[in-house]
């Protein structure tokens, strides 16, 4: 198993990187769609859609990464998989965590838990977010619970991640054809049993 994410601001084109990569590695693909169908989202759906290979199996998730970890574990021979928008489902989450306010570590050990698990059933993950990685402070977790329970669990899961590319600090484009295949190589290299 070897597990990449890619960070980055809206429409940084960290998406386009992710699939070229994505494309590279070995395995039938899965592609986890995050992203609500309402009329917020569908403009950007459309466009992953259209960029998408219709070889590339789609599974739609928004309250559980379970149904995607079901049918991947399923499927015979090596996977690859791509879970585009972690932080759009970490927020559909955080925002509807039954737990108290005061007990914030059991969601980031909840939902890690989930993502360990969905790590295990790929041969190579791809996570794209649009989510600071950095841990949240007290004073951040005052101000906007929410966010900084993404924020929390966001630095959890990449304290486990092979490679790390911060998009927008890297200027990297999914463009550059030596980049893609060095990340690509990477994570063949960093392949665990």
């Known amino acids: 198993m ?4 890619i960070l980055g601001e809206a ?3 960290k998406s386009e990187l992710a699939e070229e990569i994505f494309a590279r590695l070995p395995g039938s693909k899965f592609y986890i769609g995050t992203l609500p169908r309402t009329p917020q989202w569908m403009e950007t759906i459309a466009k992953h859609a259209a960029r998408r290979p219709k070889t590339w199996k789609l599974i739609e998730i928004s309250n559980s990464l379970e149904p995607a970890r079901e049918e991947i574990s399923h499927h015979k021979g090596p996977t690859a998989v791509l879970l585009d928008g972690w932080g759009v489902y970490a927020r559909e989450r955080a925002t509807h965590w039954p737990g108290s306010p005061a007990d914030e570590e059991r969601f980031v050990k909840e939902l890690f838990g989930e993502y360990q698990a969905f790590c295990q059933a790929c041969d190579h993950l791809v996570v794209v977010a649009h989510i600071s990685a950095m841990p949240p402070t007290p004073t951040e977790y005052a101000q906007d619970r929410i966010t900084a329970r993404v ?4 630095s959890r899961c ?3 991640a092979d490679l790390v590319i911060y998009h927008d600090r890297e200027d990297v484009s999914h463009q550059d054809v030596d980049y893609v295949e060095s990340v690509v190589s990477k994570m063949r ?3 665990r049993p």
């Open 151 to 154: 924020r929390a669990i966001t």
């Open 158 to 160: 990449l304290q486990e």
């Open 189 to 191: 290299q960093e392949e």
């Open 2 to 5: 070897s597990i990449l994410w």
């Open 11 to 13: 429409k940084s084109g």
